[in-house]
């Protein structure tokens, strides 16, 4: 279980993270993560599962399937970062070992592309 603090949860913290921060797209999942000075010193969480993905059997089990997954990773992600994960209608066919495998692939590349950013502004 992702401890509650460490999930999004307003909206306009989902929408930070969506469109100021780095995107890395996957076969199941694709991570948008950024980094906000202003918050908590500790990463945050959030989840999107549209019903693109199935009913509202298969979208809960995708969700508690990325949730278990993401908990045990949160040791990956800056200490000021904000990710969303969003997944992909092909994440309701997907086993939870693949969308661990997604979900890592997703988190390196989109820590490696909020470092190299980080090194252009400075």
């Known amino acids: 279980m992702l401890p509650a603090a460490h999930r999004l949860r ?12 780095v995107r890395a797209g996957r076969s199941t999942v694709v991570v948008h993560l950024s980094e ?3 918050g908590d010193a500790q990463p945050q969480v959030g989840f999107v599962v549209s019903k693109a993905v199935g009913n509202a059997v298969h979208r809960n089990l995708v969700k508690r399937r990325l949730r278990a997954a993401t908990a045990s ?3 990956m992600l800056p200490a000021h970062g904000r990710a969303v994960v ?3 209608p092909s994440a309701a ?5 693949v969308l661990s495998a997604d979900l890592d692939s997703g ?9 190299e950013r980080a090194g252009v502004d400075r």
Not at 12 to 17: I, K, L, Q, S
């Open 10 to 21: 307003r909206s306009v913290d989902f929408e930070r993270a969506v469109r100021r921060g």
């Open 73 to 75: 990773r949160l040791d």
């Open 93 to 97: 066919a997907a086993s939870f070992a």
């Open 36 to 38: 906000d000075r202003e």
């Open 86 to 88: 969003r997944a992909l």
């Open 107 to 115: 988190l390196d590349r989109a820590v490696q592309r909020l470092q």
